[in-house]
């Protein structure tokens, strides 16, 4: 066919729902004639289809068709000319997606080469260039986007260049995404891809950063704490500044500590703002608005010489008059409250905290994405006079009242920490509408918070019945019986808390490290005066040491009570409640420390018998070691020895990257197809060995060649011989005494003994006929090597005769060798005496008092190993 003409591709048909018998879809280039993925997309249609190089022909061609023209660019002469023509344009990506979808053509008026912005309604602040917009509004339209020119509900995204005005706030309050102009360019740039989307993750990480055009200064802050934040700033979008920079646009004011002096100089353009604004904007992921965290500068106050007060503020410049005004009213307005409050006493504690939160919070606005927790360090029901009493009324207390009275007023600041880290740390956490998502999940929440609300309900009634004894002080008020009645309740609520606090204040370090936005949380609420300048971990840990220090003060309020008080009594049955509580919080954390160390045991040991995880038993300790033989494992593995109360779990410790996939139990596939490892652990299962099976555990005595040597003498009540194994100590991190008593204890508590130390005996090296110097000198590693040498020239010259020995006969042979570990001649007139080294029958050498009678108990195999051991002398017998 000539060139311009056209080339019928597809047939007729009935029509795909919702397209019209007249529609054609028309393929432009060369490229797209040959792509078999665009032919198939447009004949499941079952519309004509046909090919054209140019379109031009079928745009004259005169034939009464719904013309779909599908283009592999949007670019060119072709392109222009079909836009003009007002046709419909599709893209191939969008050809494809919409047949892949089982979807009808659409009835675009604008041209439509993807759907990857489908359902976005995005929205436009900060560009300036008219051209820039254009351009991005045509991309937006090409991948099935929406624009519109006002903010409303219905915006999904808004596109900004700026960190300022009124979409940007809307925005960021309601949580919308801010993206850059890169975005849509990005998105764009994989329109080819049919899969693409611009909402997915790699295209969302193209966000505008919080500090996007903002240059920073930093005043007041230690210096380590500055340039913390200093990088933090750079990594967000925003650049560090000096303070005189005529360009700097935000300064920073630590506000915890000793009031800042903001100095001369400072852009009028600039805002100043408290350290919490840039925590905040952090955890936002987006600039916070800055008049809800404008920083007051402070008051100087100097006697007049005529009485009165000479009001000034620190800073003169000119543009910040209104503050002036409102410093100047807020320090008329304290002077004359200050009238009415009797300076011994002070201000009332609600008064001032009522005036603090008055003038810390700007709660209300629509703007405002903070939070402000409404709690008092007292309860509102407890009147201030009963918390803070002056020198005058201290003094006409007794010594009792007063030891019971500061009970209240720690009671009180207790009660008050922790309703910090529920109201302030907790509640926010565990909010669903979390500005910018979720900070944490669900279960990193309760791991960290989930087992204090008990203990706070507790210690708030605990509080108020305390309250209400001072309020009415009577001697013969019981404080003993108020602490025993809820002594059941801290019974139950302080020890889950305790026993998984470590594993609590892990979890809080790790998000803190990994989530930049918790992180900010965190700095965010440790600025607040709630906080007191401590961090979340500091204000944790006050659970811990709650209860000690509640003894101490009954163990005061003891003393300064009679004993012919009826409180006597209680107060002394009170303490010992609470020591009794404490002592089972660290009897359960303990158990708890356990159960937790054999789960990681089992967890990092592959092919663990199960049936070690029992809940009566619980680890012990742990030793590295190496064998002086190869009855276990290979030589020179390292044997990992894991001790609980009725076992001893034996293990060859893996080297890290080596061997990853010398087992086929840890190589798994991908469902599709693809070959993948999975992590390898760290230890390999060799033998479990019941405690009651250790006959005997032998100290070899430390010489200047030989250190940290012991052996182990082991029988089952399968077996008729007993078995050596003797290990060397690695490290020195294991006491070999202390490790070795442990062991005997735990040996006598298995089969019901009291005798521990006499499964204990101590020998010198040449009586288990092990040389020094083999130590020493790695003669026993070479001789070792000697022996597997050996095995392997017998076995290759019996293989090459025809009448070749079984498996067994070959182990016969091997087994009739003498092994040069011995440090003896062996007789060689009879054959029936030879025997392997390693193997010793102790029966034999007439010592029958060393098996000891115990329960039958389920013996692991050593994975198919032949059971072997090390020697012993003839004259060993005689010492074991």
């Known amino acids: 066919m000539a060139e311009g003409s056209s080339l019928d591709v597809g047939s007729s048909g009935t029509g795909a729902p919702g397209i019209l018998l007249d529609s054609r879809i028309c393929i432009i280039g060369e490229k797209l004639k040959e792509d078999k993925n665009v032919i198939k997309a447009a004949e499941s249609f079952q519309v004509p289809v046909v090919y054209s190089p140019s379109g031009k022909e079928i745009l004259t061609d005169g034939k009464d068709y719904d013309n779909v023209f599908v283009l592999d ?3 060119g002469p072709t392109y222009d000319t079909l836009v003009k023509s007002g046709h419909r344009i599709l893209g191939s990506t969008a050809l494809i997606q919409f047949a892949e979808a089982n979807e009808p053509l659409p009835y675009n008026t604008r041209p439509l080469y993807t759907t990857s912005m489908r359902q976005l309604i995005l929205c436009f602040t900060g560009f300036r260039k008219k051209e820039d917009m254009c351009n991005m ?109 005529s360009a700097c646009s935000h300064v920073v004011v630590e506000d915890m500590g000793t009031s800042v002096v903001v100095p001369d100089g400072i852009s009028p353009k600039a805002y100043v703002v408290k350290m919490e604004w840039f925590w905040a904007s952090i955890q936002m992921d987006a600039c916070a608005d800055e008049s809800i965290y404008v920083y007051k500068e402070p008051i100087l106050t100097t006697p007049l010489k005529g009485g009165g007060t000479n009001l000034s503020v620190s800073c003169s410049r000119g543009y910040k008059r209104k503050r002036l005004k409102e410093s100047v009213a807020h320090q008329l307005a304290l002077e004359g409250a200050q009238e009415e409050i009797d300076p011994l006493v002070g201000a009332p504690e609600h008064k001032r905290r009522s005036s603090e939160r008055a003038s810390l919070s700007v709660s209300g606005s629509f703007l405002d994405a903070t939070f402000s927790p409404d709690f008092l360090e007292g309860p509102p029901d407890i009147p201030s006079e009963t918390l803070i009493k002056s020198p005058v009324e201290l003094k006409s207390m007794t010594h009792r009242q007063q030891v019971c009275m500061e009970l209240l007023q720690t009671e009180t600041n207790y009660v008050g920490i922790l309703s910090t880290i529920v109201t302030l740390f907790k509640e926010p956490l565990e909010q669903p509408d979390q500005v910018g998502g979720s900070l944490l999940d669900a279960t990193e929440t309760k791991i960290i918070f989930g087992n204090l609300p008990p203990i706070f309900e507790v210690h708030k009634k605990i509080r108020e019945e305390l309250a209400t004894l001072m309020q009415n002080w009577k001697e013969e008020h019981s404080i003993g019986n108020l602490i025993l009645q809820h002594s059941g309740d801290l019974m139950r609520a302080y020890p889950p808390f305790v026993n998984f606090f470590e594993k609590t204040k892990e979890m809080l370090l790790q998000c803190d490290k990994n989530k930049p936005r918790f992180h900010a949380f965190l700095k965010r609420c440790q600025s607040k005066p709630e906080c007191g300048r401590q961090n979340l971990v500091e204000l944790l840990i006050r659970p811990v040491q709650r209860l000690p220090s509640v003894v101490l003060l009954l163990n005061d309020i003891l003393k300064h009570t009679q004993k012919s008080n009826p409180d006597h009594e209680a107060v002394d049955k009170a303490i ?51 064998e002086l033989g190869d009855s276990i494992s290979r030589k020179g593995d390292t044997i990992t020895m894991f001790l609980f109360t009725d076992m001893l779990e034996i293990c060859k410790r893996r080297s890290r990257g080596v061997g990853a996939g010398k ?59 007993e078995r050596l194994y003797t290990f060397i100590l690695l490290g020195e991190d294991v006491d070999k005494g202390h490790f070795l008593r442990l062991l005997c204890r735990h040996m006598a508590n298995a089969v019901c003994r009291a005798d521990a130390e006499n499964f204990l005996t101590c020998l010198e090296p040449q009586q288990l006929a092990i040389e020094t110097s083999d130590i020493s000198s790695s003669t026993l590693t070479r001789a070792i090597k000697a022996a597997y040498k050996t095995r392997e020239k017998i076995g290759r010259a019996l293989s090459t005769k025809r009448n070749t020995p079984g498996k067994r006969g070959l182990t016969r042979a091997v087994s009739s060798i003498i092994s040069p570990l011995r440090s003896r001649t062996t007789p060689t007139s009879s054959l029936k005496c030879l025997r392997l080294a390693s193997t010793t029958n102790l029966t034999e050498l007439g010592n029958s008092s060393l098996a000891t009678s115990t329960s039958s108990l389920p013996v692991t195999p050593m994975l198919g190993k032949k059971v072997k051991s090390a020697s012993l002398g003839p004259a060993t017998s005689k010492y074991l």
């Open 73 to 75: 660019e949007f670019e």
């Open 576 to 626: 010992r409640s609470l020591k009794e509580v404490m002592m089972h919080i660290n009897e359960d954390k303990r158990k708890t420390e356990g159960q937790v160390a054999m789960f990681d045991i089992i967890n990092d040991i592959e092919n663990c018998p199960a049936h070690l995880l029992s809940s009566h038993r619980s680890f012990v300790t742990r030793a590295d070691t190496q």
């Open 663 to 721: 087992s086929p139990g840890i190589t798994t596939l991908s469902a599709a197809g693809a070959g993948f490892k999975s992590q390898q652990k760290c230890f390999k299962h060799l033998q479990l060995m019941p405690l009651p099976h250790i006959k005997r555990v032998v100290d070899i005595k430390e010489t200047n060649e030989c250190k940290n040597t012991f052996a182990l003498v082991v029988r089952s009540n399968q077996e008729l011989k």
């Open 137 to 245: 509004a045509t991309l937006i339209h090409h991948m099935s986007g929406s624009i519109r020119k006002d903010f409303n509900t219905k915006i999904t995204h808004l596109v900004a260049n700026s960190t300022a005005g009124e979409k940007y706030r809307y925005a960021a309050n309601l949580g919308i995404p801010i993206m850059r102009e890169d975005w849509i360019y990005k998105t764009w740039e994989k329109r080819h891809e049919k899969s693409c989307l611009a909402t997915d993750e790699p295209l969302m990480e193209l966000r505008l950063q919080p500090f996007f055009g903002c240059r920073l200064t930093f005043l007041g802050f230690q210096e380590d704490e500055k340039k913390h934040m200093e990088e933090i700033t750079v990594q967000n979008g925003g650049q560090v500044t000096e303070p005189n920079e």
